[in-house]
């Protein structure tokens, strides 16, 4: 479901993305449990870019890659690690406190959790291929 952005009393970004279009247009979309598992079928999502924030406090279950462009995260507070697997071998961009770091595309990665977190997130919805982090090597 989308909702106007307009509406002056505002929302919280953990429930309600924002999808910014090709086009240049924003547009709010709530989220739920399902969300992510569902995205895929969503046509009017696949397109852009989609702006969001995690509450993280252990790490991430899966790695995953985008292949549609680049993804940005934004870590707002807390300590967290983001793990690149790359063909050379894994990198690591270790954030802390307001950092941010750019996640090319392509790139297989996932985020290890080192303090209660909250990471803002702006990435391409597109082709997003996930698996589970036993299956770490590149």
Request: with cysteine.
């Amino acid at each position: 479901m989308t909702t106007d952005l307009k509406d002056p009393s505002g929302f919280a970004l953990a429930r309600t993305y924002v999808h910014l279009s090709a086009l240049g247009g924003a547009s709010a979309v709530e989220v739920d449990e399902h969300f992510w598992e569902t995205i895929m079928r969503r046509d009017d999502l696949l397109e852009g870019r989609m702006l969001g924030l995690f509450h993280l406090e252990q790490d991430s279950d899966h790695c995953e890659m985008h292949p549609s462009g680049d993804e940005v995260l934004i870590l707002v507070s807390g300590a967290i690690d983001v793990v690149f697997h790359e063909a050379a071998g894994d990198r690591v961009s270790r954030l802390r406190g307001f950092q941010t770091c750019i996640v090319p595309r392509g790139v297989w990665h996932r985020v290890r959790v080192h303090a209660p977190s909250e990471l803002i997130f702006i990435t391409p919805g597109k082709g997003t291929e996930t698996r589970p982090p036993a299956e770490d090597a590149p």
